[in-house]
């Protein structure tokens, strides 16, 4: 049985993200991270609350809905309404 935090398994991928390509990752969650940081530091988000964590968190909501919309699972504009419910969810596992 394969885990679902192994290796991409993708039909049709033959190669892992470049250098490249992770850099621009990187560098598009620094936005998220420093919004983050900024919540935490106005007090919107609890002060202990770990900076990464809460990237990581809205990053994987945002990555599933959107895998989720582009493959077909949510017509007739769901994902967006899935979106925002999921977002609000995770948001609030940070809140005081």
Excluded: K, Q, Y
């Excluded at 394969?2 to 993708?10: Q, S, T």
């Excluded at 033959?14 to 007090?43: F, H, K």
């Excluded at 968190?57 to 925002?84: N, Y």
């Amino acid at each position: 049985m394969h885990a679902a935090f192994g290796p991409p398994r993708c039909r049709g991928a033959t190669t892992l993200p470049d250098e490249e390509a992770r850099a621009a990752a990187a560098a598009s969650l620094d936005v998220l991270r420093e919004a983050a940081r900024g919540c935490v530091e106005a007090g919107v988000l609890r002060p202990d609350a770990d900076v990464d964590e809460i990237t990581d968190t809205l990053w994987a909501a945002a990555h599933g809905v959107i895998s989720l919309e582009r493959g077909g699972h949510f017509p007739d504009g769901r994902g967006e309404r899935r979106f925002r419910t999921l977002t609000r969810a995770a948001v609030n596992a940070f809140l005081p």
